[in-house]
């Protein structure tokens, strides 16, 4: 249970790290929506491994075969279903896990829940998964952009790092100038420093991603349980190593704040507020205005450091990290974060339609 | 749409602030469960209006009549059908909002989506709906006492008075000694002082509520969407000025620690941890320690001050908060967060049945 | 569980034959519909205990009371709470079967599913909770209103009087003109002797209604899973004493017919067919003609004859009906049979809106 | 949407009839089932074309390849992706209803909703999709077979050749003796002589299929709306073709029966009725005895004689069927209506797991 999400655009996936492929069901992708299948392949090559000297050298092209749904290049509103192939799988890093738990990592939760579990790469509980969310948010990108709403993600912090700054005062379109995915230049440079330096610790670091959606109408969200920030969340905390999350309030601390410091006050019959703490939802609803937020990323569980740790019999053992693994995910993370808010926005576009009579 | 939380065990809620009554159906409890009628009563009363000096003056006895379900005082496994009057709803004071929208309110989004909106008191958007989550809350708390899991939640900072000790220094037992319910009592007096300030200011203030879980059993929660924090995540995010989330880590921030420091290493075979920065969760999967996170409110948004905003012709207008609120919503909260808990972990355990063949 | 229906339209009920009330929440229905109560209690006026010498004469004035999502006589998009209040129960009839099992009835399996049973009037499997679909469905008949669907069911036979006549060459207007519910005013006559029959012999009988829906549009329905009519059929059948369902094929039988004698050709570019065999659905998805199907429902099993069964215990104990029952249901299932396909209806409509990019 | 069944055991299912493959993805399957792979096989070699002179010659293998969620041979309780290659799909043969509906198709119904179809063999609405449901079927088998429970289906009519013997009275064993699939031998030869008549004749012919559960516990389905027999039903109807379904009532007609006839008493502490006309279902919950229903099928839409339909311009033209088609479905959808009850039935159980405290 717990592989879909969304209640009327619902995508369902599939796969482990090493089996043979992951993949996924796209069901309630509205039809006649030409798809750019360069985009989608792009966003995936964001998140792919082996991208750059600051990720883990695991190689998969990331190819993804889409094999229902879409005809003559258009959606049909049937199911698109879709695998991405696992080429460069190395198991054999992985038998030393086996018969033990390695900390910080689901080994042993998923062996309590299931009493079986593939242990190769972490199973079901891989980051690779989440290629198939990047498929799925590619397309609901491109859904958003035929009604004028763009989602854009960036690295924020890495470690100590932090930009400090309100997306309103930077240039989103630099965000790819440079490794790490941050649009302040300078800012970027020290996060990549601090990420390879780690990196020659055998250690790994936290971080955070800012995202923005803009272009957002009024009307979108539910209440009283699905609430717009509340879907949001839940698509944020459901990326492997996401800790925390906050939307609104800038730079602004939430539980400190005042009403009259942080009360957003329409300013015009469009709905624009002075100011926008409220990160724009109210009530659950979208309002018109920017909505963003914050997802903080945990350090990857995976160091290069020895560790001692019990195996499945109680013995203690000294564990090493093996295989190839991330110092930092936030770079890889940003294509995942915009996917993640994509998918809910289009759920909630669609659900939108029956607000009326 | 979006009135329903919960796969199994589901609650449904409807009312206004202003209609007749509020009420909701309980659909997938298990038979059988004795129900202590009073421990009810008493989560509700935790949270009902005029409680203290420090909430809001509105007088409701906020009694629930269960009306289906419970049979010689025991669930029947049927749905559990519920109203609690609004007897004190003083809607005159909301005549003045009927035409404007209040300032970081529903009532702009409200209007918005549905192009019509039950203006008193706020309507669906108030508050008052959690007090339907906490009759559920309740019984699902003496559903997990029944398998020694326990939820308690305490007020951990209001404004920027912050308690800044870990859940585990602190005597839980304390909580309810004071108005603001926090454990630490000298902290709670600053608290208390600082609520009463800015009251008399005309103005709110934010908080955070702290909530921990113990006893629960390895296993509950799904990967991969439906992991046990994202379906905390969005039940605490649901409730009404929640703008910000997190689990574990307790002191540490998130982004910028390090995975040598943070990662807890199991030291028994029972599973428990020397540390416990994943916070009970690895994987989306509970590992048998304590669960705790963090909640962060944004301060109520009616103040006491005057306030020039639009109406719904775009013209001009001042406001100034009328009616009764809170100053700040933590005390009152606390229940409400406990309930979101419990609800969110009964569905996990429920689910877990079914893990194996 | 298993107490909600439909998707986007969503509708929960609760309660039992002698609680305190019966009642639901309508989740999902659209703003700004503005509802005839009365054409609302006429609808349970139809389904109402007592209503003629031919229903059972359990006395309910069955009214409705709302208590939330309504405005100034109009929805608001949030949800319908409404609750019917149980007035005539006469629990002391039910205390012989408290430890017996009535055949054909849900009392062992109720006592097996959950070891406790409110065994008052057959508790939560006693068919007062069709009067909550009744509300449910009167409201979506007026959403149907709206867009030119209307939805008229009647008495195809009862015991083996049988109408043998396909809706197109009957009256529907008379429908309501006489006690039984069937347009034939002849055929009407004798099913309202058999029932009377029956009912002197102490025993009950089966019956079949036929439901008609016209002006639904090409489009509403989903492959795979939720065809139109599959989902049609779950409803039909949900409903107490129903065992059998078909739609289309009017007077022929289905396995016995070839496809050169049903084939539906379209004649116009309206998608009208020459024949309408298919009734109304291709491919699970309406195409724009009538959509109409029989439901067949088991005779009433609780009889005034002396049966034989066994109590908890096993041991052997005669049972003879007490209480106030029907001889035949149709007549009162009329309108729940309407409910249900509208319900099915307005959930496909609303879904239908999101067909298309 | 709509490309789903089941709430715990949940299949969702890709593909059309002449795209790259078809697939699905089994959400809520209990982990530790090992898996019998030959078994699964067999299930589909009996619903795959080209298996006998009755059926049509298209050639599939219908060998189906899983993905993920199986290690070494065991479920591990994450999902099951799998796919099944289309190998002799002939899509020239449909080219010419490119821009026509053929009667009682879903061309028509297809184009009205999404305004977009894939037109080769039928696209999405394919009776090719239900290899899908057979592979999760027979799962579900599986999983049912390890508590006892056994599903079994075999044809009862083909045109007017009809059983008319209740499964009690037959010996199921023989179902696979014969191409037809009817567990009595001399009617089998009728009915494949009817089958082989109709084909000549270029004529296609109805049919029905009776399916049996024997060992379902006492307990399963849950009340008001989720019925066993509604979800049964609901899977049956949602089978290409499926345009009747009765459950219980044998050979007796369900509306002209009486309460006394047809009253199942209960004779022992099992609850084993002295008879069964209830289908072993009362109330919608499984009450020990036998589970029996019927399935109604029309006859198969593409027929090999000419018809006069419209195109998509409303011009007239001729149609001929093209391609490769069964003259009766019902041989092959033995199987399909096998999985639809187990896969019906096993999500049953495991809601059935959370029925006490």
Aim: glycine share 12%; with cysteine; charged share 25%.
């Amino acid at each position: 249970m717990g592989n879909s999400i969304g209640k009327i655009f619902k995508l369902t996936t599939f796969g482990e790290s090493h089996g043979a492929a992951i993949g996924g069901i796209i069901d309630g992708c509205p039809a006649g929506l030409k798809l750019d299948f360069e985009k989608i392949q792009k966003q995936l090559d964001r998140r792919k491994p082996g991208q750059s000297k600051i990720t883990t050298q695991r190689k998969e092209s990331d190819t993804v075969q889409f094999l229902s749904g879409i005809f003559e290049g258009k959606t049909t509103g049937t199911p698109i279903g879709f695998t991405i192939k696992n080429e460069d799988a190395k198991s054999k890093d992985y038998t030393h896990v086996k018969d033990t738990f390695r900390p910080s990592h689901a080994d042993y939760t998923y062996h309590q829940k299931y009493g079986i579990r593939d242990y190769r790469g972490g199973g079901r509980s891989s980051a690779r998964e989440t290629a198939c969310r990047v498929v799925a948010g590619a397309i609901t990108q491109q859904i958003l952009a035929t009604i004028g709403v763009e989602v854009q993600a960036y690295v924020s912090a890495v470690g100590s790092v932090n930009l400090n700054t309100c997306y309103t005062n930077l240039d989103l379109s630099l965000t790819e100038t440079n490794l790490v995915r941050c649009p302040d230049v300078a800012i970027a440079e020290q996060m990549i420093t601090t990420i390879e330096k780690t990196k020659k610790e055998g250690d790994t670091i936290g971080g955070e991603i800012t995202v923005v959606a803009t272009g957002v109408p009024a009307g979108w969200g539910e209440p009283v349980f699905d609430k717009l920030h509340a879907d949001i969340g839940k698509g944020m905390l459901s990326i492997n190593a996401v800790h925390g999350f906050k939307y609104g309030f800038g730079e602004v601390d939430i539980s400190s704040s005042k009403g009259s410091e942080v009360n957003d006050i329409i300013i015009d019959e469009s709905g624009k507020t002075k100011t926008n703490f409220s990160g724009g939802i109210q009530g659950g609803i979208s309002n018109g205005n920017d909505i963003y937020c914050e997802v903080a990323f945990k350090p990857v569980a995976t160091i290069m450091q020895k560790q001692e740790i019990i195996d499945v019999n109680g013995e203690k053992v000294e564990i090493k990290g093996k295989g190839r693994h991330d110092a930092c995910v936030v770079p890889r993370a940003v294509p995942i974060v915009e996917s993640m808010m994509a998918l809910t926005l289009v759920d909630a576009y669609l659900r939108s339609k029956i607000n009326k009579i």
